[in-house]
């Protein structure tokens, strides 16, 4: 599914990726504070819902101008639609700046709390790869917390491999913890040169 599939989606289960009642479609501004609620939750309660981790919050409007920009630079966000609630979101950013890194993105998939262990994430990923490596991208990167297997298997479902490990590098609910560097190729790969984005 295209980038451009995904935008042409108005929420109909026909025209979009759709399981049990979810459809993955691009994120509107309407979508922002759904988005933020998620994430949010998950940096405030991480794996241990009892603790609680005192953060300043982003700011919707800047959260707005960074989907703008992400989609504006054809790059995909999107959400995972439940008769009109957001249960999830994902997007990809470049992975690095400087211009021989231009056929790299990095991605994030978050998923509301009450929705987890449910497949919405098996929707949101496909749709994400799907999205990327039709827009030209070659490789996909993204970083696991180590002591998210959920997060891992899922990664490993759709042709994700480890090829880093990168300890005590965070520090939350007062201890360090681990994560895990994670890779697959779009397209073509490296198998051939890449066509300008």
């Known amino acids: 599914m295209t980038l451009q599939d995904l935008e042409n989606n108005g929420g109909s289960e026909n025209n979009g990726v759709s399981a049990r009642g979810v459809v993955v479609r691009a994120s ?12 949010l939750h998950h ?7 009892s603790q609680h981790h005192d953060i300043e919050p982003p700011d ?3 959260i707005k101008r960074r989907r703008k920009n992400m989609q504006k630079n054809k790059l995909p966000h999107i959400v ?3 008769a009109g609630l957001v249960v999830g979101y994902a ?6 700046k400087r211009p021989a890194y231009r056929h790299v993105v990095k991605h994030s998939v978050y998923v509301h709390h009450e929705h987890l ?3 919405i994430g098996r929707l949101l990923l496909p749709a994400l790869i799907d999205a990327c490596a039709a827009s030209g991208y070659r490789q996909m990167i993204g ?6 297997r959920p997060s891992i298997q899922l990664h490993e479902s759709f042709g994700f491999r ?3 490990y990168l300890p005590s590098i965070g520090f939350r609910f007062g201890q360090w913890t681990d994560s895990l560097m994670m890779q697959r190729s779009l397209g073509l790969g490296d198998t051939a040169p890449p066509d300008a984005l």
Do not use: C
């Not at 509107?28 to 994430?39: E, K, N």
């Not at 940096?43 to 819902?49: L, S």
């Not at 970083?143 to 998210?148: E, P, T, V």
């Open 162 to 164: 480890q090829v880093g």
């Open 28 to 39: 509107r501004d309407s979508d922002v504070g759904a988005m933020l609620a998620i994430y």
């Open 60 to 62: 919707v409007d800047d």
């Open 80 to 82: 995972a639609d439940l």
């Open 91 to 96: 997007y990809a950013v470049p992975f690095r």
């Open 143 to 148: 970083y696991i917390d180590a002591g998210n």
């Open 43 to 49: 940096i405030r309660h991480g794996v241990d819902p």
């Open 117 to 119: 262990h449910s497949g």
